[in-house]
């Protein structure tokens, strides 16, 4: 293998089929294949594809303690056990895959780590994790030459957040925000949804290359579709070599981190 491969990525923005974790694994198991299909080695599929994200913008007042038992109720329900059967189904798929507060446990901190996927280092955080700054050094620590980024996140400053997250990892972004039609949530959906709101996402599907933050696929938005683009990992290698944030300007030595426990790549 090339030490530095070309690498067909895809990132994959779909619409979830709502509170329901089986429809949920056969949309993505379908997906998967396609992508596939397309020559992608290396997938990404939206933040809490399965079964679906509670976003702001229709579920805030789900956080309280009266009312929305029905739609924690079906969030339990269709939660996805790790280890267990629906992951099971996906990592035959592709054999691998990708955790927040509220709505989600904690996690550890245990995997900020990167993993060697598709013949590169794939690393990654999961939706505004990516806003964290000693989270993001944590992984870049493993030397990432692909960072995946599922997002429930449209913004213009996503977009942003993504191409400088590119410039500073030297690693390809592939980021994944959500698509969710307010005609996706079937009519016994148990939280009513604001009015006169038509998109609670528009999606974003992007990749980006790392010497420049440039975009070379997407962004994609309003509308359901795959995003592909090929990875040349050399110029994640070109652009270490002008700025490499681990490297001789991270000044270990003076500026305090609190991941003093985490070994670098090479120790």
């Given at each position: 293998?090339?030490?530095?491969?070309?690498?067909?990525?895809?990132?994959?923005?779909?619409?979830?089929?709502?509170?329901?974790a089986?429809?949920?694994?056969?949309?993505?198991?379908r997906?998967?294949h396609?992508?596939?299909?397309?020559g992608?080695?290396?997938?990404?599929?939206?933040e809490?594809?399965?079964?679906?994200?509670?976003?702001?913008?229709?579920?805030?007042?789900?956080?309280?303690?009266?009312?929305?038992?029905e739609?924690?109720?079906?969030?339990?329900?269709?939660?996805?056990?790790?280890?267990?059967?629906?992951?099971?189904?996906l990592?035959?798929?592709?054999?691998?895959?990708e955790?927040?507060?509220?709505?989600?446990?904690?996690?550890?901190?245990?995997?900020?780590a990167?993993?060697?996927?598709?013949?590169?280092?794939?690393?990654?955080?999961?939706?505004?994790?990516?806003?964290?700054?000693?989270?993001?050094?944590?992984?870049?620590?493993?030397?990432?030459?692909?960072?995946?980024?599922?997002?429930?996140?449209?913004?213009?400053?996503?977009?942003?957040?993504?191409?400088?997250?590119?410039?500073?990892?030297?690693?390809?972004?592939?980021?994944?925000?959500?698509?969710?039609?307010?005609?996706?949530?079937?009519?016994?959906?148990?939280?009513?949804?604001?009015?006169?709101?038509?998109?609670?996402?528009?999606?974003?599907?992007?990749?980006?290359?790392?010497?420049?933050?440039?975009?070379?696929?997407?962004?994609?938005y309003?509308?359901e579709?795959?995003?592909?683009?090929?990875?040349?990992?050399?110029?994640?290698?070109?652009?270490?070599?002008?700025?490499?944030?681990?490297?001789?300007?991270?000044?270990?030595?003076?500026?305090?981190?609190?991941?003093?426990d985490?070994?670098?790549?090479?120790?």
């Amino acid at each position: 293998m090339a030490a530095f491969p070309n690498l067909r990525v895809a990132a994959i923005q779909a619409t979830p089929a709502i509170l329901d974790a089986e429809r949920c694994v056969q949309r993505a198991e379908r997906l998967l294949h396609d992508a596939a299909d397309r020559g992608a080695q290396l997938a990404v599929l939206p933040e809490c594809f399965i079964p679906l994200y509670p976003s702001n913008a229709w579920a805030r007042g789900a956080s309280g303690f009266g009312g929305s038992d029905e739609l924690w109720e079906q969030l339990w329900l269709n939660a996805v056990d790790v280890p267990g059967p629906l992951l099971d189904r996906l990592i035959a798929v592709c054999r691998e895959r990708e955790h927040e507060r509220l709505f989600h446990g904690i996690g550890a901190g245990d995997d900020l780590a990167v993993i060697d996927a598709a013949g590169a280092r794939v690393g990654g955080l999961i939706c505004w994790e990516n806003r964290m700054p000693l989270a993001r050094y944590a992984v870049y620590r493993g030397g990432p030459q692909i960072w995946v980024a599922p997002t429930a996140d449209d913004s213009d400053g996503w977009l942003a957040s993504m191409r400088h997250i590119a410039i500073e990892s030297g690693a390809f972004v592939i980021s994944v925000p959500q698509y969710i039609p307010a005609s996706a949530f079937p009519d016994d959906f148990p939280v009513s949804l604001p009015d006169g709101c038509d998109v609670f996402g528009r999606g974003g599907a992007v990749v980006i290359e790392p010497t420049q933050g440039d975009v070379i696929a997407g962004p994609l938005y309003d509308e359901e579709g795959i995003v592909i683009a090929d990875c040349d990992l050399r110029r994640g290698l070109h652009a270490k070599r002008w700025f490499d944030s681990v490297g001789h300007y991270s000044r270990a030595d003076v500026l305090p981190y609190e991941f003093a426990d985490i070994q670098s790549a090479d120790e």
